[in-house]
């Protein structure tokens, strides 16, 4: 029965609106919204790894070497981080090294996934790995857009920082005209 619930509960987040169309572009008024469809991700991604933990899904080869990046609990600790980092980003939508965290954890996270989705596959567990592929393809879309919305929100603070390069040369010009005087 529980693994009937994570696998409904998985199907539904990776059906979730958490991607965005091609067409639609992130905002900081719509990123909020959209980390907060995000964030309902992370409960699946934690059920997921309890399932492996529980299942004692082999992390290490034949001779006793790590299969994956790291152990799962350093990958639990990585996703409690990444949805702290949300949660901040989502109070402060115009943060750059906020959001770059985000892109950048995002994308381990995803790695993760697909290194844990293969090495269910070599296992033969293919409903653990369809499930692991199923979020790190969400987890793909969400990096996507995030990266779309850090490129968007660097371009404005750069247009910004040179707007007041040229107001402060302006300003220096016309008090070096006013000591002349």
Same mark, same amino acid.
């Given at each position: ?19 965005? *169309? ?12 959209? $980390?907060?469809?995000?964030? %309902? ?20 080869? &034949?001779?006793? %070497? ?11 600790? *990585?996703? @409690? ?28 996270? *995803? &790695?993760?996934?697909?290194? $844990? @989705?293969? #090495?269910?596959? &070599? ?9 692991? @592929?199923?979020?790190? #393809? ?13 490129? &968007?929100?660097a371009g404005?603070?750069?247009?910004? #920082? %040179? ?8 300003? %220096?010009a016309k ?7």
């Amino acid at each position: 029965m529980r693994n009937v619930l994570v696998t409904l509960a998985v199907a539904a987040c990776t059906l979730l609106p958490t991607g965005l *169309a091609a067409q639609e572009k992130l905002t900081p008024e719509g990123l909020p919204e959209f $980390l907060a469809a995000y964030d %309902q991700n992370f409960d699946p991604i934690e059920a997921l790894y309890t399932e492996l933990i529980e299942g004692q899904l082999p992390l290490r080869d &034949d001779q006793g %070497q790590p299969l994956g990046r790291r152990p799962l609990e350093d990958r639990r600790q *990585a996703l @409690s981080d990444l949805r702290e980092a949300a949660r901040q980003l989502s109070r402060s939508p115009q943060d750059l090294v906020l959001t770059a965290k985000l892109v950048l954890r995002t994308e381990s996270l *995803a &790695d993760d996934l697909f290194d $844990l @989705s293969q #090495i269910a596959y &070599d296992n033969d567990r293919e409903e653990q790995g369809r499930r692991l @592929s199923d979020m790190q #393809i969400t987890m793909d879309h969400n990096k996507e857009a995030l990266a779309n919305y850090l490129l &968007d929100l660097a371009g404005k603070q750069h247009e910004r #920082i %040179q707007e007041l390069e040229k107001e402060n040369a302006e300003l %220096q010009a016309k008090l070096k005209a006013a000591e002349k005087k």
